[in-house]
């Protein structure tokens, strides 16, 4: 099944035939699927509601897509090469045909559970084969699967199994993760302490470390596995039914469950990985992310497999056992296809060259990046040592909400420019608007990030909170979804990515929402009041910087360690403020708003600047935190 476009000439017509007629255009590129029945109509939409139907009454599973699908044809293609975080374990090879018996015995040990069509299953797990196993088991029984990435803690686990009340949970004993074992089964136990909706709870044997079982509630998968066959037909789904909530943060509030579709997801993930990466058959493609995010949902499960790739998924971290092991395992399975996050590049570019230079990395065609923008040093490093100036750099600007990549080169068709996530594919209409909401037209411009048509793979609703969904994306400029982003087009119409503006900040390429951290700092005994703010960090992008009031005099190296255990429990290590300023006062409006400019001017030290502070109600404490500020 190709769906690929070959030249920037197609890339053009492609491009304008999308636009010009879009029902056509998605119509021929959905009939490489295999759907139990056709659509009514390709689409309807109304961005007020929002209401948003692609495939209208089509019907599909899209497992028979990710995986029946291609068993005659490349049955015994290795589908997933699973690299283990220690090196000297042994390597897991599924293919199709492995991997199909595997979701079908998995899927009917969720039947066998009490499982059925429509439920929410949380998956928490390490980077183990039995993680995308476990996520297309779900999907094969109609289940919503609600993957929660494990390194959020488990406050934030069970918040996000009680929004979507979930009734299973699939889990390990424990995970390895570079030197460290995570206790998983003990954080889930934790949390289904105040989950009522949890009946089962299943779990992999990783490490065989010691863990409780809860009798009844708790069973372990190799067990159940041996109880089923590996027959287990695929759920008939609408193409409007809900494959996947995602949880992601915003700027205010507890963190959003998106919600994606099965019939459109499945189109343009697979639509946008064969055209942005350019795979061709024999080719290792790995993407370095953790299926706890959607780039590993879209780009390690869904779009590699409906395209019939090989996909790698790598259990460690880059540094572990040293900071050459991105580029052995490159070497060990010739990876041709490479996609990561810039911090990672940067992490990396900040250790010895030698790291690199004993690898050969000769395999490497293509590299890609995601996540926050790339800065045009961390670009040229990856782009001379890693791609040894030969492999285009896919720099891919998307989004939870967006489910695919959006703005973006197509491997070794579309002109690149360093920083640039340069065009939209096929299909995708963005625009950028000015504070007034009216359509900046024209290029050498500047202004927020919209999309103003519908794509296949766009978030249709929040879980439970449809409302949310609408004043969120759809209300800020009318009949456009607004995606909290800043943005240049430049003279040539080229798209570069600027950053948030709003309060979302992005972390190693996580997102984080400002509130979160504050709501966490602020369940401390002793802090009145906080405010957190993003600023410049030379390998996260962004890193967390907090302005925290206290009741009383405390000792603030104790205060510190203190609060940073408090984010680690309610959120996880990921949301650690890396810097915490103890302040008398905040700067406010007279009508009590944060001016988050000035803390922000104030986290990167950039002073200069501060605009008018005449209006705030105490102007004489901006001088006090920027003195506290120079001994951070
Ligand atoms: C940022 C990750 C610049 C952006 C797929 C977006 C990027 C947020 C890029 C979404 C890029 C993602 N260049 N910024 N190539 N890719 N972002 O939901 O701010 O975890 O809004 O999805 O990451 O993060 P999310």
Same mark, same amino acid.
């Given at each position: 099944?190709?769906?690929?476009?070959?030249?920037?000439?197609?890339?053009?017509?492609?491009?304008?035939?999308?636009?010009?007629?879009?029902?056509?255009?998605?119509?021929?590129?959905?009939?490489?699927?295999?759907?139990?029945?056709?659509?009514?109509?390709?689409?309807?939409?109304?961005?007020?509601?929002?209401?948003?139907?692609?495939?209208?009454?089509?019907?599909?599973?899209?497992?028979?897509?990710?995986?029946?699908?291609?068993?005659?044809?490349?049955?015994?293609?290795?589908?997933?090469?699973?690299?283990?975080?220690?090196?000297?374990?042994?390597?897991?090879?599924?293919?199709?045909?492995?991997?199909?018996?595997?979701?079908?015995?998995?899927?009917?040990?969720?039947?066998?559970?009490?499982?059925?069509?429509?439920?929410?299953?949380?998956?928490?797990?390490?980077?183990?084969?039995?993680?995308?196993?476990?996520?297309?088991?779900?999907?094969?029984?109609?289940?919503?699967?609600?993957?929660?990435?494990?390194?959020?803690?488990?406050?934030?686990?069970?918040?996000?199994?009680?929004?979507?009340?979930?009734?299973?949970?699939?889990?390990?004993?424990?995970?390895?993760?570079?030197?460290?074992?995570?206790?998983?089964?003990?954080?889930?136990?934790?949390?289904?302490?105040?989950?009522?909706?949890?009946?089962?709870?299943?779990?992999?044997?990783?490490?065989?470390?010691?863990?409780?079982?809860?009798?009844?509630?708790?069973?372990?998968?190799?067990?159940?596995?041996?109880?089923?066959?590996?027959?287990?037909?695929?759920?008939?789904?609408?193409?409007?039914?809900?494959?996947?909530?995602?949880?992601?943060?915003?700027?205010?509030?507890?963190?959003?469950?998106?919600?994606?579709?099965?019939?459109?997801?499945?189109?343009?993930?697979?639509?946008?990985?064969?055209?942005?990466?350019?795979?061709?058959?024999?080719?290792?493609?790995?993407?370095?992310?953790?299926?706890?995010?959607?780039?590993?949902?879209?780009?390690?499960?869904?779009?590699?497999?409906?395209?019939?790739?090989?996909?790698?998924?790598?259990?460690?971290? @880059?540094?572990?056992?040293?900071?050459?092991?991105?580029?052995?395992?490159?070497?060990?399975?010739?990876?041709?296809?490479?996609?990561?996050?810039?911090?990672?590049?940067?992490?990396?570019?900040?250790?010895?060259?030698?790291?690199?230079?004993?690898?050969?990395?000769?395999?490497?065609?293509?590299?890609?990046?995601?996540?926050?923008?790339?800065?045009?040093?961390?670009?040229?490093?990856?782009?001379?040592?890693?791609?040894?100036?030969?492999?285009?750099?896919?720099?891919?600007?998307?989004?939870?909400?967006?489910?695919?990549?959006?703005?973006?080169?197509?491997?070794?068709?579309?002109?690149?420019?360093?920083?640039?996530?340069?065009? @939209?594919?096929?299909? #995708?209409? @963005?625009?950028?608007?000015?504070?007034?909401?009216?359509?900046?037209?024209?290029?050498?411009?500047?202004?927020?990030?919209?999309?103003?048509?519908?794509?296949?793979?766009?978030?249709?609703? #929040?879980?439970?909170?449809?409302?949310?969904?609408?004043?969120?994306?759809?209300?800020?400029?009318?009949?456009?979804?607004?995606?909290?982003?800043?943005?240049?087009?430049?003279?040539?119409?080229?798209?570069?990515?600027?950053?948030?503006?709003?309060?979302?900040?992005?972390?190693?390429?996580?997102?984080?929402?400002?509130?979160?951290?504050?709501?966490?700092?602020?369940?401390?005994?002793?802090?009145?009041?906080?405010?957190?703010?993003?600023?410049?960090?030379?390998?996260?992008?962004?890193?967390?910087?907090?302005?925290?009031?206290?009741?009383?005099?405390?000792?603030?190296?104790?205060?510190?360690?203190?609060?940073?255990?408090?984010?680690?429990?309610?959120?996880?290590?990921?949301?650690?403020?890396?810097?915490?300023?103890?302040?008398?006062?905040?700067?406010?409006?007279?009508?009590?708003?944060?001016?988050?400019?000035?803390?922000?001017?104030?986290?990167?030290?950039?002073?200069?600047?501060?605009?008018?502070?005449?209006?705030?109600?105490?102007?004489?404490?901006?001088?006090?935190?920027?003195?506290?500020?120079?001994?951070?």
């Amino acid at each position: 099944m190709s769906l690929k476009i070959s030249s920037f000439e197609e890339y053009q017509s492609e491009y304008n035939r999308s636009i010009n007629n879009p029902n056509e255009f998605w119509a021929e590129k959905a009939k490489h699927f295999y759907w139990r029945e056709q659509w009514d109509s390709v689409l309807e939409w109304d961005f007020k509601e929002p209401n948003v139907k692609w495939f209208v009454n089509g019907k599909l599973n899209i497992t028979e897509n990710c995986l029946d699908r291609h068993l005659e044809t490349i049955g015994g293609k290795v589908a997933i090469i699973w690299e283990p975080n220690n090196p000297n374990e042994e390597v897991v090879k599924l293919t199709y045909r492995q991997l199909h018996e595997q979701v079908c015995k998995f899927a009917n040990v969720l039947k066998n559970n009490g499982a059925k069509k429509g439920d929410r299953i949380c998956i928490y797990m390490p980077m183990v084969p039995e993680l995308a196993i476990a996520t297309l088991a779900c999907a094969r029984i109609g289940a919503i699967h609600s993957v929660v990435f494990a390194g959020f803690s488990a406050k934030a686990l069970a918040e996000r199994i009680n929004d979507a009340t979930c009734n299973i949970i699939l889990t390990s004993d424990e995970g390895y993760r570079g030197s460290k074992t995570i206790a998983i089964k003990s954080i889930v136990d934790e949390a289904l302490e105040s989950c009522d909706s949890i009946q089962k709870s299943i779990v992999l044997k990783r490490t065989g470390g010691d863990v409780s079982m809860q009798p009844k509630r708790d069973v372990w998968l190799h067990e159940e596995m041996l109880k089923v066959d590996e027959t287990c037909n695929a759920e008939e789904m609408d193409a409007e039914d809900e494959l996947f909530v995602l949880y992601t943060s915003g700027s205010t509030g507890k963190p959003k469950g998106i919600v994606h579709t099965t019939g459109g997801y499945m189109v343009y993930t697979a639509y946008s990985f064969q055209n942005v990466f350019q795979y061709s058959n024999d080719e290792v493609y790995w993407c370095t992310a953790d299926i706890g995010w959607i780039t590993g949902h879209s780009y390690i499960v869904y779009g590699p497999l409906l395209s019939g790739a090989t996909t790698l998924m790598f259990e460690g971290v @880059p540094t572990y056992p040293d900071a050459g092991r991105f580029w052995e395992i490159v070497d060990k399975h010739q990876v041709n296809i490479f996609y990561t996050a810039p911090t990672a590049i940067r992490a990396l570019e900040a250790c010895d060259i030698d790291f690199v230079n004993k690898h050969s990395l000769s395999s490497l065609k293509v590299l890609g990046s995601v996540g926050e923008p790339i800065n045009e040093e961390a670009w040229e490093w990856y782009h001379k040592n890693i791609g040894k100036e030969k492999c285009p750099i896919v720099d891919t600007w998307w989004q939870t909400e967006t489910g695919g990549i959006m703005i973006s080169p197509l491997a070794g068709i579309t002109k690149l420019k360093p920083s640039f996530a340069t065009l @939209p594919l096929p299909g #995708i209409q @963005p625009c950028l608007v000015d504070s007034d909401g009216n359509e900046i037209e024209g290029n050498d411009v500047e202004g927020n990030l919209c999309v103003k048509f519908p794509w296949p793979s766009m978030l249709r609703t #929040i879980y439970g909170e449809h409302e949310r969904c609408k004043q969120t994306y759809f209300s800020t400029y009318k009949g456009k979804y607004f995606t909290g982003d800043g943005c240049k087009r430049d003279e040539n119409g080229m798209y570069r990515i600027t950053g948030r503006v709003d309060d979302v900040i992005n972390v190693s390429g996580h997102r984080m929402g400002t509130a979160e951290v504050e709501d966490a700092l602020d369940q401390h005994i002793d802090v009145v009041e906080s405010a957190v703010v993003g600023y410049p960090h030379d390998i996260k992008g962004q890193g967390i910087y907090a302005y925290v009031i206290c009741v009383k005099e405390v000792n603030e190296d104790e205060l510190r360690k203190e609060l940073l255990e408090i984010v680690t429990k309610e959120i996880g290590p990921i949301a650690k403020p890396d810097k915490i300023q103890i302040v008398k006062g905040l700067p406010k409006t007279r009508s009590g708003k944060i001016m988050r400019r000035i803390l922000r001017k104030i986290a990167e030290g950039d002073t200069s600047n501060l605009g008018d502070i005449s209006t705030l109600l105490d102007p004489d404490i901006v001088k006090e935190i920027q003195k506290g500020a120079e001994n951070i």
